[in-house]
Structure formats: C-alpha cells, structure tokens
C-alpha cells in the first residue's frame, strides 16, 4: 500500500491507535466541533516505531485511531477530527483536534509470522492466549501496550514516538510431581513471576481439567526479552481454591517474533545414600518457594518413625527389609502441603566376620572347640561339624568330641552368625586330619594256682570304654594252641613252664593295643 491512508473503512478488529484525551478545558469535555471552529484546527503528528526484522506496513497494517473525551472511539471521520497514517514509514497525524492534553496507545490486533496480539485497549500488558482470548483477566505477564503523549496548545503537537513492542511465544509444559486432589478441578493455572515488579499471572490452557492431572501445557504470547521465572500450581476444586505450591523456576529468553518452550518440572524429594541397615540416607527437600523452610518426616512402611524429623535419618535394624520414604511439608497460599519421595527398601547389614578355627587335638576320642573368632558385636552363633565336608548328625554345638567314624578323615566346623537387622553368614574352618585313638589299659593279672588241673584266670584290668578284649595264654612266651579264654586249665604239658596271658584291645578308630600279664612261677606237678 502506498501514500498516506485515511482509515475511516477500517473494522473495529484491526491493528488500531487508541487516542485518549484528558482534556484542560473546565469539565474535561470535548465539545463536538462545526465546520468554521477555529478552536479546533490543530493537528497531532507523531510516529509509530515497529521493531526490527518486521516492516511498517506488516505490522501496521489495518491500523486506525480512536478517542473520545469519555470513551474511546473509532477515529475515522467524525465529529472531533481525521486519521492518515502512513504504513510504509509509520508517521500519523491527527488533524481537527482541540486544546488538550492527549495519550496515545496501540490497540486492536496485529498478526506477525503467524501470531497474533490483540490489544484490549486498557493500559499495561495484554494477555491473548491459546483458548482464553481474555489471558485470565488482570495484569501481569503479557505485551506491554505501547502508550505516548502529546499536548496541544494553541499551536500544533508532535507526539512522542509510539514504540510497538516486539513480542514472541512461549510455550510447555508443566509438570506435577504429585496428582492435583480428587473432585471437580474447575480449573488449573500455571503462574508466573518474572524479575522486579512483575505481578503473578495466569498462563492458562484450553485443554480441559480434570482430577489427578500431572501435567499441563500451555501457550503465552509475550513481550520479546529475557525473564527470570518463578512457577507455581494452583487450582479450584470443587469451587474452593485448593493447591497453589511453588514448582520451580527458570530463565527463559523470548526471541522477537520467535517462540521459546519452558517446561517446567515439580521436584520432588529424593533420598540420596545406600539404603542399608547402619548406613545414613539423606532427603532433599524438593521444589519449594524461595525462604520457606520445609520440614520432613521420614515413614516406615507409609507411617512415621518417631523423631525421625531431619533432613538425614541413620537406618536401623527395625527397618531392615522395611520401604522407607520421607515427607517434606512446606506452605502454600491456602494451607500446608506435602509432598513425599518415592520408597526406598532397606537392606539388611552385612555381619564382620571371621574364619572359624578349631582348638584342641585332632585325634580319635578328644574334644575338639570351635572358635568363631572376630564378628559384629551381638552376633549370636550356631555350629555344624564336618566330616569330610559333610554334616555329621547332632554335631551341632561348640564342641565335639571325635569318635572311631572320625579316624583319618577331615573335620571342619561350620559357623553360622545371625544378628538382627544383618543378613546371616557362614564361614567355615579349615580341615584337621583325626589320627587314631590310643587305648588305655594296664597290665592284666593272673590268679591261680600255676600247678597241672588247676585253673587260672586273667584280669584285663580297666581298658577304654567300648574296647573289645580278647586273651591268649602263653607258656614260656608260646603261645598255647586254643588256649583264648579268659582262663585256662593248666595241662601237664606244661609242667615246669612259666605261664603268662597277653590281653589285645582293639576298638574302631584306634590302634590295637596288646599287654601281656607277668608270669607265674613254674608249674608244678
């Protein structure tokens, strides 16, 4: 389009120049002006100022201006005077207007590289939205609507330069850490708080609300440049204002005529530390607003422990196999939330242990000990003997006292440590070889009468228990063919002999062990 444009045609719709008149003359009216009024001959010019990378004429195109003393007004042909503007360079003027002082902002709607800014012709920013065309009502995070003034006197006025903000898209998600409370959610809100005197604003989306929701998108159209964010939740639940909790914060920057995505993530709190009886876990406290001060509760199966109410907790044996979580507690503008980490299940401890060694002599009818050695005080101890590796039936205490079965094989001790709280142990002895058993005995008696027809008998005397007694009688050293009783009939073979008994013991597991009385006198006739 080229040339100067009077815009008297165009709709109500378009990009237009709000002009609002404050007017010095007594009442501040604006009296409608005929056609010879001297008075009202002024004219305002001024220029409208578009960002770089877009041209005047995209930007301004559809502009208009409207004014009135009490409302403002299409500023096409009219009463209180004429519109040109030039949309190539942005340059207006205003001819026809009175004495006054004038403010001069954007206002109807304006779409570049496919957004579109629909100014609400009220000052401060305004909020158009993806499916709330009213941005939630309010002022706060938005397009600043560019304003300029201008005073008319007796002469004509030039106006400040009206500066057209460049402005861009940001779009997300937010993301919940804990589902929003049961009933009819009315609505959900992201709000945001940018740095310096930015009030909070509703960045709401058309996508419906429903109870338990996580998550959240959304898409703003802002003012172009960098803001530091603070998020918050909030919502209506049952039409009563519910949740409003701190979610995080973030740095965005919004390119001019560009978009941007800011997804925003609700921390919750998370327990750090390996989860084992005797070691310590540690909770961070999650997303909360800046200077509050949290408090946790850690739970055992879902319910408190007592005291546990700090920011670490050292686990103890009564939460071994047992899922611990934390609850972090904080305000909100309604009431006090919490939020609580996911569990963690504890492990047992691992018991100190030590090789078993076995005390005492490694031989056939000895007592052997087992000494566990050094393990995690408290530990309380069970035993199994070993007999080439495998279990000997009832051997099950401390101390074991080795049979015949034992000869030359290898004993062990197994020992099993249990504590609670502390995942059990066993450890197990190195091997001792079992030599055979000695036997006791002393040394026989015979009674009697060494003299042919008499009989004589032998006394072993006390050997060790369980020992199998056999006897041979001897003549001068010989021994007497069947001559194996316990006593003998002297026979006259043996006249003038001396005569003797050797006693063999013999037991499984030990050596066989042979002692031979003293001899009699020589037998007599």
Same mark, same amino acid.
């Given at each position: 389009?080229?040339?100067?444009?009077?815009?008297?045609?165009?709709?109500?719709?378009?990009?237009?120049? !709000?002009?609002?008149?404050?007017?010095?003359?007594?009442?501040?009216?604006?009296?409608?002006?005929?056609?010879?009024?001297?008075?009202?001959?002024?004219?305002?010019?001024?220029?409208?100022?578009?960002?770089?990378?877009?041209?005047?004429?995209?930007?301004?195109?559809?502009?208009?201006?409207?004014?009135?003393?009490?409302?403002?007004?299409?500023?096409?042909?009219?009463?209180?005077?004429?519109?040109?503007?030039?949309?190539?360079?942005?340059?207006?003027?205003? #001819?026809?207007?009175?004495?006054?002082?004038?403010?001069?902002?954007?206002?109807?709607?304006?779409?570049?590289?496919?957004?579109?800014?629909?100014?609400? =012709?009220?000052?401060?920013? $305004?909020?158009?939205?993806?499916?709330?065309?009213?941005? =939630?009502?309010?002022?706060?995070?938005?397009?600043?609507? &560019?304003?300029?003034?201008?005073?008319?006197?007796?002469?004509?006025?030039?106006?400040?330069? $009206?500066?057209?903000?460049?402005? @861009?898209?940001?779009?997300?998600? !937010?993301?919940?850490?804990?589902?929003?409370?049961?009933?009819?959610? #009315?609505?959900?809100?992201?709000?945001?708080?940018?740095? @310096?005197?930015?009030?909070?604003?509703?960045?709401?989306?058309?996508?419906?609300?429903?109870?338990?929701?996580?998550?959240?998108?959304?898409?703003?159209?802002?003012?172009?440049?960098?803001?530091?964010?603070?998020?918050?939740?909030?919502?209506?639940?049952? =039409?009563?204002?519910?949740?409003?909790?701190?979610?995080?914060?973030?740095?965005?920057?919004?390119?001019?005529?560009?978009?941007?995505?800011?997804? $925003?993530?609700?921390?919750?709190?998370?327990?750090?530390?390996?989860?084992?009886?005797?070691?310590?876990?540690?909770?961070?406290?999650?997303?909360?607003?800046?200077?509050?001060?949290?408090? *946790?509760?850690?739970?055992?199966?879902?319910?408190?422990?007592?005291?546990?109410?700090?920011?670490?907790?050292?686990?103890?044996?009564?939460?071994?196999?047992?899922?611990?979580?934390?609850?972090?507690?904080?305000?909100?503008?309604?009431?006090?939330?919490?939020?609580?980490?996911?569990?963690? +299940?504890?492990?047992?401890?691992? !018991?100190?242990?030590?090789? &078993?060694?076995?005390?005492?002599?490694?031989?056939?009818?000895?007592?052997?000990?087992?000494?566990?050695?050094?393990?995690?005080? @408290?530990?309380? *101890?069970?035993?199994?003997?070993?007999?080439?590796?495998?279990?000997?039936?009832?051997?099950?205490?401390?101390?074991?006292?080795?049979?015949?079965?034992?000869?030359?094989?290898?004993?062990?001790?197994?020992? #099993? =440590?249990?504590?609670?709280?502390?995942?059990?142990?066993?450890?197990?002895?190195?091997?001792?070889?079992?030599?055979?058993?000695?036997?006791?005995?002393?040394?026989?008696?015979?009674?009697?009468?060494?003299?042919?027809?008499?009989?004589?008998?032998?006394?072993?005397? +006390?050997?060790?228990?369980?020992?199998?007694?056999?006897?041979?009688? /001897?003549?001068?050293? $010989?021994?007497?063919?069947?001559?194996?009783?316990?006593?003998?009939?002297?026979?006259?073979?043996?006249? @003038?002999? /001396?005569?003797?008994?050797?006693?063999?013991?013999?037991?499984?597991?030990?050596?066989?062990?042979?002692?031979?009385? /003293?001899?009699?006198?020589?037998?007599?006739?």
């Amino acid at each position: 389009m080229n040339g100067p444009i009077a815009l008297r045609h165009r709709p109500r719709t378009a990009v237009a120049l !709000l002009l609002s008149a404050v007017l010095a003359t007594t009442g501040g009216a604006l009296a409608p002006l005929s056609a010879g009024a001297a008075t009202s001959t002024h004219t305002i010019r001024g220029s409208i100022v578009v960002p770089q990378g877009v041209s005047a004429a995209d930007y301004l195109d559809g502009v208009s201006l409207e004014w009135s003393n009490d409302a403002w007004k299409v500023g096409a042909d009219n009463a209180y005077g004429h519109v040109t503007l030039d949309e190539r360079t942005g340059a207006f003027s205003i #001819t026809g207007v009175g004495a006054g002082n004038y403010t001069i902002r954007l206002a109807g709607s304006t779409t570049v590289n496919g957004t579109t800014v629909t100014w609400d =012709g009220k000052p401060g920013p $305004v909020k158009p939205m993806q499916g709330d065309a009213t941005g =939630g009502g309010g002022v706060g995070w938005g397009v600043d609507t &560019p304003v300029s003034w201008a005073t008319v006197a007796d002469t004509d006025a030039t106006a400040e330069p $009206v500066t057209a903000p460049a402005f @861009g898209v940001v779009t997300g998600k !937010l993301v919940l850490s804990d589902a929003l409370p049961s009933g009819e959610v #009315t609505d959900l809100f992201l709000e945001a708080k940018g740095a @310096g005197d930015m009030p909070w604003d509703v960045l709401r989306d058309s996508a419906p609300v429903r109870a338990g929701v996580l998550s959240q998108t959304w898409r703003h159209t802002v003012d172009a440049g960098s803001f530091d964010v603070d998020v918050a939740a909030r919502a209506y639940v049952d =039409g009563t204002f519910k949740v409003w909790r701190h979610v995080g914060s973030a740095r965005i920057t919004v390119p001019a005529f560009g978009t941007t995505t800011m997804n $925003v993530v609700e921390q919750r709190p998370v327990i750090t530390g390996t989860a084992k009886v005797g070691q310590k876990l540690r909770a961070s406290a999650g997303t909360w607003p800046p200077g509050s001060e949290p408090t *946790f509760q850690w739970l055992r199966g879902g319910k408190a422990i007592s005291r546990a109410t700090s920011s670490s907790y050292a686990i103890t044996t009564a939460d071994a196999g047992a899922k611990l979580s934390v609850r972090v507690s904080g305000p909100s503008s309604a009431s006090t939330i919490s939020r609580t980490s996911a569990e963690v +299940t504890v492990a047992k401890a691992t !018991l100190t242990t030590s090789t &078993p060694t076995i005390a005492g002599t490694a031989r056939v009818g000895q007592k052997l000990t087992a000494r566990p050695g050094a393990w995690t005080a @408290g530990t309380s *101890f069970t035993y199994q003997w070993l007999r080439n590796g495998k279990a000997i039936a009832g051997a099950k205490k401390a101390t074991y006292v080795t049979t015949g079965a034992d000869a030359k094989k290898k004993l062990s001790v197994r020992v #099993t =440590g249990t504590r609670a709280g502390y995942s059990s142990a066993t450890k197990t002895s190195s091997t001792k070889t079992v030599a055979t058993g000695t036997l006791t005995a002393v040394t026989p008696r015979i009674t009697g009468t060494a003299k042919v027809g008499r009989t004589l008998k032998v006394t072993a005397g +006390t050997w060790t228990s369980g020992t199998k007694l056999t006897y041979q009688w /001897r003549a001068n050293g $010989v021994a007497l063919k069947g001559a194996t009783k316990q006593s003998y009939k002297v026979a006259a073979s043996v006249r @003038g002999k /001396r005569i003797s008994a050797t006693v063999t013991g013999t037991k499984s597991g030990y050596a066989t062990k042979k002692v031979t009385s /003293r001899s009699t006198a020589s037998v007599a006739r």
